[in-house]
């Protein structure tokens, strides 16, 4: 920064958040010939920045610059007449910029659809044609198709060009009738601001509520208006849905929006048929799947008011309703609501901020609520609403924990669960197995010299995948076929070890001929269609076996299933992470939860295990999940980990394994300072976890304290630091405020 003339300047300057990682905003004299009045938060405009031309923001105006008035550049050109986003979002857009130390036009950038950043207009328009004559009449005979466009838009009042085109009308044809001064064309948009007829549920499919349900509603209701949090915390099966949408529909009767966050929404196409099928008003959904242009139309018509209810994932928590009444986060535990790179925030975290500015109602449900939100609610923050019993009638699924220490076993598989899979087959019923790896087996290893192989870019194993035959590495996704000897000394018989999805797969496939086995994880299910096939083969509910990941955990309904099947419980038990424990827990409360959900047909869970003695597991298996969140929470507080302080993370990543190490040690010796050290506890600098990724070193520091204020100084003094430090080439550093895995 030059010239700190501070001399009063009676224009107001603009001042501008422009889509570079700057942790700053940046003055403009408003374009050539104009008045700063009028320059509205949030519009976005063309300024010059270095040898560039890039699209900003205004974020707001002010009398004075630190610049000298003749060192200011004035701004290209204005994009729009009215902001982007409401003044609650604009502020959103800066809190969230300011919490997660962020570069604020970054943060404009990932609140806003990759087209609007690059000059789209905030509106849909079209070019629409109408006639400027009474009559065809003064046109001669021989002009026949001139005529007859010309009596076209006479008949028609005002017609688009595309309604032109599909007429046969060419463009060439418009001009010559245009020229005439025949036909005028104007711009008007598409997405007027619209109301949606007040929507009546579909009675046929609207339970009557059981008496927890109605508490729950009540409860909330009696609550508001305005802002209030609820975490709604139901057992799986419980009908929780039921409660968002009594919810839901009273906002909708009032003419106001919903926004519905969940975790993964190409695997629950299932949650938007629901919602379609009970409101008799327009659903949309909006999520990564969709490409810019379709996520904009839907981001444009939630913005006109012409939704009434947007499902999303994690992105979605920006999208500007008109008029806002409540958002609903479905799995609120779930971690796919964090992002994990560029501003790497918590859709939840912010969902609750955007309420509180927009002083409406959010619901965070979960049947495994996070740690964090069980002690909002303990702090009186949340409202702790229950729904303890499963709504269908029928009865939780009884879990059982099976040692396999000292057991043979078939792809990973004991004898006695391999005997229940076949009784519960044979009773009509389906199963699902679930195994925490994708691929075939996670290594490939030299039984004579202990050769195992590993990614060149990564410091990580290779899976071996068997469909295609292949090693890949599931961190930069490299590809290798798979050697035919030890590359070290040349043993021909290489073994594979530890399992994956696709070996169990085809070890069931063989034990059960005639039952179909479908796998479900990250490999099968690529490309939506596929995914919508197997599910809609699933839900028919003849017998099968259905193999995955987590991604069969989330929130599906499987009437069928009767029997899960845990393969490996351990890797969580011995977990070095400290949230090891909870996601442990909340995965195996979320599959079991996938059993015996229809009533009649009682669930059996089993869990397989080497350490069936092991506290955690007895306790995951003998109490609610409440109350082992319970425990946990009173184990985070005696180590005064989360949610009884706060952490942030420090990354800095670089080929160069020592510059990346010193970089950090640099920072936190010219920031640490004793006074402090009883409020803000610094680790590290420690590699990371995954010490190598796509071949940079990856190392961190780990900040943490019982404050948050004290945290947050402490970090923006460090995050200016660094700023200011010149990098290593190469070298490239981020900040995770709230990190979810210290990977
Ligand atoms: P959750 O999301 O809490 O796991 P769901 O909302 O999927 O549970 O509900 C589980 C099942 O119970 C669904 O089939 C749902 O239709 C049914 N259900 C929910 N509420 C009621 C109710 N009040 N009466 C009867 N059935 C209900
Ligand atoms: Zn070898
Ligand atoms: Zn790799």
């Known amino acids: 920064m030059s010239g700190t003339s501070d001399s009063h300047q009676r224009e107001r300057v603009l001042r501008v958040a422009v889509p570079r990682p700057l942790r700053r905003l940046f003055d403009y004299l408003p374009p050539t010939g104009q008045k700063v009045t009028g320059f509205r938060p949030g519009c976005r405009i063309k300024v010059p920045f270095g040898r560039h031309v890039v699209t900003g923001f205004v974020a707001g105006t002010s009398e004075h610059s630190a610049i000298g008035r003749e060192q200011l550049k004035p701004a290209l050109a204005m994009l729009d007449s ?55 009449e003064q046109l001669p005979s021989r002009a026949l198709r001139q005529r007859q466009l010309l009596e076209f838009l006479i008949e028609r009042g005002s017609v688009s060009r595309a309604d032109l085109a599909l007429a046969g009308f060419s463009p060439a044809l418009l001009r010559q009738l245009a020229g005439k001064g025949l036909a005028r064309g104007e711009l008007k948009r598409l997405d ?12 046929t499919i609207r339970p009557a509520m059981n008496d927890d349900q109605a508490s729950a509603v009540e409860r909330f209701q009696k609550a508001g208006p305005g802002y209030r949090c609820a975490l709604l915390n139901g057992i799986t099966g419980s009908g929780k849905t039921e409660v968002y949408m009594r919810l839901i529909e009273q906002e909708l009767a009032a003419g106001r929006q919903c926004l519905v966050l969940v975790p993964e929404i190409g695997l629950t196409p299932q949650t938007i048929d629901r919602f379609e099928q009970r409101f008799a008003a327009p659903v949309a959904a909006f999520h990564s799947g969709l490409n810019g242009n379709e996520r904009l139309r839907v981001w444009r018509r939630v913005a006109a008011g012409g939704i009434a209810i947007v499902i999303g994932t994690r992105s979605a928590v920006f999208t500007p309703m008109a008029r806002p009444g409540l958002i609903v986060i479905d799995e609120e535990h779930d971690s796919s609501f964090k992002q994990h790179e560029g501003l790497r925030y918590s859709a939840r975290d912010l969902a609750v901020m955007r309420a509180r500015k927009e002083n409406i109602g959010i619901v965070l449900g979960s049947a495994t609520p996070s740690l964090e939100s069980f002690r909002n609610a303990e702090l009186g923050r949340f409202l702790r609403l229950d729904l303890p019993r499963r709504a269908g009638g029928s009865r939780p699924a009884l879990l059982r924990p099976l040692d396999i220490a000292n057991q043979p076993l078939s792809a990973g598989i004991c004898e006695l669960a391999m005997m229940k899979i076949a009784q519960h087959l044979e009773a009509g019923n389906q199963v699902l197995v679930f195994v925490n790896r994708r691929g075939f087996a996670p290594i490939l290893q030299c039984p004579l010299c202990g050769w195992t192989s590993q990614c060149e870019d990564c410091s990580v194993y290779l899976t071996v995948h068997s469909q295609p035959p292949c090693q890949r590495c599931h961190h930069c996704e490299a590809r290798r076929a798979i050697p035919n000897r030890c590359p070290v000394c040349g043993n021909s018989d290489l073994q594979v070890s530890g399992l994956g999805t696709q070996q169990v797969e085809a070890n069931l496939v063989r034990e059960f001929p005639g039952t179909p086995v479908l796998r479900v994880d990250r490999d099968s299910t690529r490309g939506r269609d596929r995914f919508r096939k197997l599910l809609a083969q699933v839900i028919r509910g003849d017998p099968a076996i259905l193999v995955g990941t987590q991604m069969l ?61 092991h506290e955690t597991l007895k306790r995951i298996i003998d109490s609610s999940y409440s109350e082992f969140a319970q425990h946990l929470l009173a184990e ?9 302080s706060h952490l942030c993370l420090i990354r800095a990543e670089c080929r160069d394994r020592e510059a990346a190490l010193s970089f950090l040690r640099r920072a936190r010796r010219a920031i640490e300072t004793p006074s402090e050290q009883q409020f803000v506890h610094w680790t590290g600098p420690l590699p990371a976890p995954l010490e190598k990724r796509q071949s940079r070193y990856r190392m961190q520091l780990l900040l943490r304290s019982p404050s948050r204020p004290r945290l947050r100084a402490v970090l923006a003094r460090l995050v200016a630091q660094l700023d200011e ?4 080439r190469g070298l490239r550093w981020q900040i995770d405020v709230d990190p979810i895995d210290l990977l």
């Open 82 to 136: 009215r902001p982007l986003l409401p003044p609650a979002l604009l502020e959103l857009v800066h809190w969230a910029a300011d919490y997660y130390q962020h570069p604020i036009g970054e943060v404009f950038a990932t609140a806003l659809p990759a087209p609007l950043r690059e000059g789209a207009p905030l509106h849909e328009e079209a070019e629409f044609w109408s006639a400027a004559a009474a009559s065809a």
């Open 636 to 644: 985070r507080r005696s180590a005064v980990m989360p949610p009884f």
């Open 725 to 728: 430090s010149a990098a290593p």
């Open 192 to 203: 007027e601001e619209t109301d949606w007829a007040r929507p009546q549920p579909n009675a």
């Open 553 to 613: 955990a989330k929130g599906h309904h499987f009437p069928g299933i009767t029997l899960v099947l845990v393969v490996d419980a351990d890797n969580g038990l011995f977990s070095p992470d400290f949230r090891g424990q909870e996601q442990m827990a909340q995965l195996i409360v979320q599959v079991a939860g996938r059993a015996g959900r229809s009533s009649g047909r009682p669930g059996e869970v089993l869990v397989q295990t080497r350490h069936a003695r």
